[in-house]
């Protein structure tokens, strides 16, 4: 069974730190890109992070310069440190796995962790 499973959300003051963490099982996890999403309520899911196998990092602008993307492929785990927190970032966070297209195949994701940023 293929899973993805997050940890590390929860309620931080604005300019705090979180990191978020994903664990994939399976070592295929390791030629697929992975990338962090979130999702704010009455908005739709959108992309935070994203991190090729090869570890090329792409960023929203919303986040560049505040969070960091990065892979742990012996571990099979992506990590998001989330530095200078904003009360606008809060959403619940995903953790997504996209096949390289050589492979073909779903997206997985993961389950989701609530991160608040709030005084």
């Known amino acids: 069974q293929v899973q993805l499973v997050e940890s590390g959300g929860g309620l931080v003051q604005p300019g705090g730190s979180l990191r978020l963490s994903c664990a994939a099982s399976?070592?295929?996890?390791?030629?697929?890109?992975m990338g962090w999403y979130r999702q704010a309520p009455g908005k739709q899911r959108e992309v935070v992070a994203a991190?090729?196998?090869?570890?090329?990092?792409n960023y929203a602008d919303s986040v560049k310069g505040r969070f960091t993307i990065s892979r742990d492929n012996a571990k099979i785990t992506v990590y998001l440190q989330m530095n200078s927190l904003k009360p606008e970032d809060t959403a619940v966070y995903y953790c997504?796995?996209?096949?390289?297209?050589?492979?073909?195949?779903?997206?997985?994701w993961g389950q989701g962790t609530q991160v608040t940023v709030s005084s």
């Open positions: 991190i090729t196998s090869g570890g090329i990092t």
């Open positions: 399976g070592s295929i996890f390791r030629v697929y890109a």
């Open positions: 997504n796995a996209r096949p390289p297209p050589s492979l073909g195949g779903p997206d997985y």
